[in-house]
């Protein structure tokens, strides 16, 4: 549409201060004659376009020229809006100026958008506090002085000092290369490496932080997702892991997937059931994981788990049994 790319030529020249007419058709992809027409259309309507002749002329906008355009059609005005209701931002310390940018994005709308965007918005729910059956879903906090420390250190590229407190460990002071941040279901994790080895830390048992004026070792550019996918495939893999062999009923499989690491393979059973091989993180969560699914699920394997699972319920039914 002609009024996206007048937008578009305004929003060209606020960035790069003089353009040509060339540079303006093939950044647009139009002729340099729509170009030069587009110019006398945006004189017309006032904005201070002025040309300039000569070998390094070009195009500009008046010193201090400022206009509401922001390039936004609805549909972009609204996605924004919607991204701005996620509580991601939060494991970073970034939900304040998150509600900033959002507000300051609301005010600079064209009119004829602000309200129907808006509106549109509030129909729409991202990732609300609990689910259907009321179950709170908690985002974990990150104190803002240590969330603005860890994101100065990985931005600015310097090593990284924090007190952690690692699971079942007294927490100790470390001194890591800072890679990136990444943050699933709300919760923040720090990739980093020690000694040149991958480490990954959980932001919320980061107890202090301090950025060092030493820069850190690490490659100029990163491929996070790459990174994030080697880092679960590490942790899969690792540790005190098990192997499970589970017969479950179809109506139960994802609850059992969902907390499982991995499924490393899947059957029917001829009774409708399936049969899934799945790995966890150790022994309890193995336990933990079956014992949820009650009378849905079958431990086939190892037998210690069944043998677990067996007397926790002796004990329940003894617990519960009839008083004499």
Known sequence: MRADRLVSLVLLLRQHGRLSATALARELEVSTRTVLRDIEALSAAGVPVYAERGRHGGFAL??????????LNHDEALALLVAGSRRGAQAFGLGSALASAMLKVVDALPESYRDTAAGAAERLLIDPETDLLSRRLVAEEVPDAIAAEVLRAVFAGHKLQIHYAAVDQIPKWRTVDPIGLVTIRDRGYLLATRSGADRTYRLSRVLAAKELAEPAQRPDRVDLDRAWQ???????????????????????????????LAVLAEEADSDGWLRLE???????????ALWQLTTNAEALAPQWLRNSLRNRAAAIATRYGVSS
């Open 62 to 71: 008046l010193p201090g020229f400022r206009t509401e355009l922001t390039g």
């Open 230 to 260: 080697e880092r679960s495939t590490q942790f899969r893999t690792g540790g005190d892991q098990v192997t499970v062999l589970v017969r479950v009923d179809p109506a139960r499989r994802e609850d059992l997937v969902g907390t499982a």
């Open 278 to 288: 799945v790995t966890f993180q150790d022994p309890r969560h193995a336990e933990w």
